[in-house]
């Protein structure tokens, strides 16, 4: 399979995963401006930070006015994960790809591109991955500042279940369907 055609493999399986994206991130866009981050910040903060349980913890920590080391200390241990993820995916993508481009595929990987692109079978395409990631970076963003321009209209009950979902459509990634 050639670039192009692992890259749009990667698309297509990879649109769930933005929309599921949009759908937990919309929670964390209301989170952040009611916490008093600015729109702006908060957007910039789910573009450049691809990580779930990082982003709401750092949150927190921004508004409790925490320091530097305690944000620095908290990333390291939520995202090492990340790390172990991107150790096991560089055994299955193609060998003669420059090592930037694994570099990006690590940079990337979040657990549900990481569920994706592991289930494939033999080896893969960074393009398969970046491909996945096209479709999870702008689903996350949009989706924070679709909750950030929101505000406060959806009802606490509805919040509690959107914080969840991410766990639900990790678990939807990896259990086969039969």
Do not use: C
Not at 25 to 35: D, I, K, P, R, Y
Not at 79 to 84: A, D, V
Not at 129 to 139: E, K, L, V, Y
């Amino acid at each position: 399979m050639n670039r192009l055609e692992s890259f749009k493999k990667g698309v297509r399986d990879g649109i769930p995963i933005g929309l599921g994206y949009f759908a937990v991130s919309f929670t964390f866009g209301m989170m952040s401006v009611a916490g008093g981050l600015r729109i702006i910040d908060a957007v910039l903060i789910s573009f450049t930070n691809l990580t779930s349980a990082g982003q709401f913890a750092g949150l927190d920590i921004i508004i409790a006015g925490g320091t530097y080391l305690e944000m620095a200390l908290t990333q390291l241990i939520i995202n090492l994960r990340y790390m172990l993820m991107s150790f096991s995916l560089s055994q299955k993508l193609v060998r003669d790809e420059p090592a930037v481009l694994h570099l990006g595929v690590a940079f990337g990987i979040t657990d549900e591109i990481f569920g994706v692109s592991a289930s494939q079978p033999g080896r893969i395409s960074s393009f398969y991955s970046f491909g996945a990631m096209s479709m999870g970076i702008p689903g996350w963003t949009l989706g924070t500042l679709a909750g950030a321009i929101s505000g406060n209209l959806l009802p606490a009950f509805v919040l509690n279940a959107l914080s969840v979902a991410i766990y639900g459509m990790f678990l939807a990634i990896i259990i086969p369907a039969s």
